[in-house]
């Protein structure tokens, strides 16, 4: 006897596309796609701009470690993610890692192939990453660990040991630090203390205000010619 097996109906929503945006953009009757980085040019609030400053100026120029923390949500992620695209490739080549639950040998494995080189045992992977930072030259390397609360001791042990290799007269690299407002108070942990005492600067993201958010969703919406409220203020309280 045969069994007849029913597939089921593919559901009637429609995927959202670049097309159906921009036809819904116009039935609002906006002129693009409004909260895009085409369209909306905002003056981000102070802490943005100095978290940006620092980022962008002190850490890759001097080879330091920065350690930026916050609260989840705050936007950590995002900014040193942009600020990661905009760094001149001529100069610096920047690895992001966000997978927290690496051991200290699979880190040390994970940045020689992100390096182009091979892994193997410690020792091997270790001289691969010396010859990567030495065949950069005068080009900058730029390591950021997302997430960094969750990694191991050993894990954030090897990545300060990293930046002596080679006895160098200078960091081997700049590495930045993501992490939740609780990683500061871990890293002054007798275990972390070396790494703690090579941090050159340490900014904290907060929460925005009311009125920054009421400032970005307000020039967001008058960049695309919106200029009649859509958001109620119960949903702005929601994102509060």
């Given at each position: 006897m045969s069994t007849t097996t029913k597939l089921r109906k593919p559901s009637g929503r429609k995927p959202i596309t670049d097309a159906s945006i921009t036809h819904y953009t116009h039935l609002w009757g906006a002129t693009g796609i409004p909260f895009s980085e085409e369209t909306t040019h905002y003056q981000e609030p102070p802490q943005i701009q100095q978290a940006q400053q620092q980022l962008l100026t002190q850490s890759p120029a001097l080879r330091s470690l920065m350690l930026l923390s916050g609260p989840n949500g705050v936007g950590k992620s995002h900014l040193v993610s942009h600020w990661k695209e905009r760094l001149d490739p001529r100069l610096y080549c920047a690895i992001a890692i966000t997978q927290a639950s690496l051991s200290h040998a699979?880190?040390?494995?994970?940045?020689a192939r992100k390096f182009g080189k091979a892994g193997?045992?410690?020792s091997t992977t270790l001289m691969h990453l010396e010859e990567a930072l030495a065949e950069l030259g005068e080009t900058t390397a730029v390591i950021i660990l997302?997430?960094?609360?969750?990694?191991?001791?050993?894990?954030?042990?090897?990545?300060r040991l990293l930046l002596g290799i080679g006895l160098s007269r200078r960091p081997a690299f700049s590495l930045v630090l993501i992490g939740d407002e609780h990683l500061l108070?871990?890293?002054?942990?007798?275990?972390?203390?070396?790494?703690y005492s090579r941090i050159a600067c340490h900014h904290q993201l907060k929460a925005w205000e009311s009125q920054e958010i009421e400032d970005l969703l307000e020039t967001?919406?008058?960049?695309?010619?919106?200029?009649?409220?859509?958001?109620?203020?119960?949903?702005?309280?929601?994102?509060t």
């Open positions: 699979g880190l040390l494995a994970y940045l193997g045992t410690r997302d997430e960094a609360q969750n990694y191991s001791h050993g894990a954030l042990e090897e990545i108070g871990s890293l002054r942990l007798r275990s972390h203390r070396a790494l967001s919406q008058h960049a695309v010619g919106l200029n009649d409220p859509i958001i109620i203020p119960a949903a702005i309280d929601l994102i």
